[in-house]
């Protein structure tokens, strides 16, 4: 029988460190010798597939410009959402942040604010939308790659067709309601200003098949007002295959 040895030599080039032997020359990931490997969301913002919206301004030497939440501010109104973003047909939309800031006014009894988000796994967003700021441009966390290939709209104030609850990713409400000390109900006329916030995150991938929407609103029976920004990846379907 003929014995075959096969030698395999590299060089190494690493950091030696307390908790590792000199003489351990197996090699490693990195200098330290840790095994290192990118998260999901860093990877997809390296390949030019993440993008952040938002809505709300900021003007120098002006207050912060807040967006009022759909159905005149007083009710979360479905054809209303105070941002929608979304793809077609070509694509995977993949939701990974959403961050909201709201205040609301609850002045009487029983009055509530709410956030609301959910995905729409039927149709993409409108190809147009009327509302303040309206168009929102997704801004490429790469810098400088390319364009988000959907649309986003922003402080819609003018009816869409009235997006589908999928699957409900979170929900935020607050309420106010008198209590009674010696037979005497609280006096709420003077109104309590509640902030709500909203800070959602994926904790895994998310992948919606185009047509489809991540939808947010904010209301209330009192006006709520805030800003919003939502990050989303969008990949093409060829990415995921699915037989």
């Not at 209303?80 to 002045?107: N, R, T």
Request: proline share 6%.
């Amino acid at each position: 029988m003929v014995e075959v040895n096969a030698v395999m030599q590299a060089t190494k080039s690493q950091i030696e460190t307390s908790v590792l032997s000199s003489s351990d020359d197996k090699l490693r990931m990195s200098l330290l010798g840790q095994q290192y490997v990118a998260d999901w969301r860093y990877l997809l913002m390296a390949s030019g597939r993440l993008w952040r919206g938002h809505i709300g301004t900021l003007t120098a030497g002006a207050a912060p410009g807040l967006i009022t939440g759909g159905g005149a501010g007083t009710t979360i109104d479905s054809d209303q959402p105070e941002f929608i973003i979304g793809v077609g047909a070509a694509y995977y939309l993949i939701p990974i942040e959403v961050k909201v800031s709201c205040v609301v006014d609850l002045d009487a009894n029983a009055e509530i604010g709410e956030i609301l988000l959910f995905a729409d796994r039927t149709q993409a967003p409108p190809a147009a939308a009327t509302g303040t700021p309206g168009d929102v441009v997704p801004v490429n966390q790469l810098d400088g790659a390319g364009d988000f290939p959907g649309d986003a709209w922003g402080g819609v104030t003018t009816d869409i067709t009235d997006p589908v609850m999928s699957e409900l990713l979170d929900h935020v409400t607050v309420s106010a309601s008198e209590f009674v000390s010696n037979g005497t109900a609280t006096n709420l006329t003077n109104g309590i200003v509640i902030p709500m916030r909203m800070d959602w995150k994926s904790q895994h991938p998310l992948l919606l098949a185009g047509p489809c929407s991540l939808v947010m609103f904010y209301g209330g029976t009192a006006a709520v007002t805030g800003m919003a920004s939502v990050v989303v990846g969008a990949v093409p379907t060829s990415w995921f295959p699915v037989s």
